[in-house]
């Protein structure tokens, strides 16, 4: 089945600073990536996807690309919010009998300070 | 903008007393996901649920789970006996028909089993 790892939080930047978190996955075949984000108190959103090799998700400023060659999907962003705290979800989809289930990673706590 | 909500927020009980969550998925969606966190892990999958019967489920999802959809609008989480294990965050998607890519959640329901 598939797997995901990502990196350990938590991670704590300054405003305005670069945000990498790293996100590796295995699978077969050629699963569609995602990241999703939970803010506090609130569910999972989607942040952002890719469904083939070399496409790039982006939303709010956050981008990832798939790579297939590397088997990741590190999710960056040039310059941080203090309203981008959250926690931060690397997945792929698994299409199996069709129901395409989610395969998550640990998540990544991010906090940004003013 | 519709949402899946989920109720209880939390839920305390008894070791080996029966629980159920509930979960109001986005109207016109078909595919139905129940997913669950321990704290400080993954994301797991726990089923998929499509056309009123299961679609997929993963190991974790043995004869003490079952879910239901009893009404048009609910689908249901029903954990018979609860186990110390069994204390997580517990999460409720769904996702519309030709749109595999995107499942949406609601904020989940933390059981507490003691």
């Known amino acids: 089945g598939n797997s995901v790892t990502q990196m350990e939080g938590p991670v704590t930047l300054s405003e305005e600073a670069f945000l990498t978190i790293n996100c590796t996955y295995t699978a077969t075949g050629y699963p569609s990536l995602f990241w999703y984000v939970q803010y506090p108190g609130e569910g999972l959103q989607l942040l952002l996807k890719?469904?083939?090799?070399?496409d790039k998700g982006s939303n709010k400023g956050f981008e990832a690309t798939y790579r297939k060659e590397t088997t990741s999907f590190h999710l960056e962003k040039g310059s941080v919010q203090v309203s981008d705290s959250a926690v931060y979800f690397c997945?792929?989809?698994?299409?199996?009998?069709?129901?395409?289930?989610?395969?998550f990673g640990k998540g990544t706590k991010l906090s940004v300070i003013p | 903008e519709p949402e899946v909500t989920q109720t209880p927020s939390h839920q305390v009980t008894q070791m080996g007393q029966e629980v159920i969550l509930r979960c109001v998925p986005i109207s016109n969606h078909l595919y139905f996901y129940w997913y669950r966190q321990i704290l400080g892990q993954k994301v797991e999958f726990l089923v998929s649920f499509y056309n009123n019967e299961i679609s997929e489920k993963s190991e974790i999802f043995d004869d003490q789970f079952s879910v239901e959809r009893p009404d048009g609008s609910n689908f249901t989480l029903k954990i018979r006996s609860t186990k110390l294990e069994d204390s997580a965050m517990y999460f409720c998607a769904s996702r519309r028909q030709g749109d595999k890519n995107i499942q949406y959640f609601g904020a989940g329901t933390r059981l507490s089993v003691l």
């Open positions: 890719a469904t083939k090799a070399d």
């Open positions: 997945a792929t989809a698994y299409s199996g009998a069709g129901s395409y289930q989610l395969t």
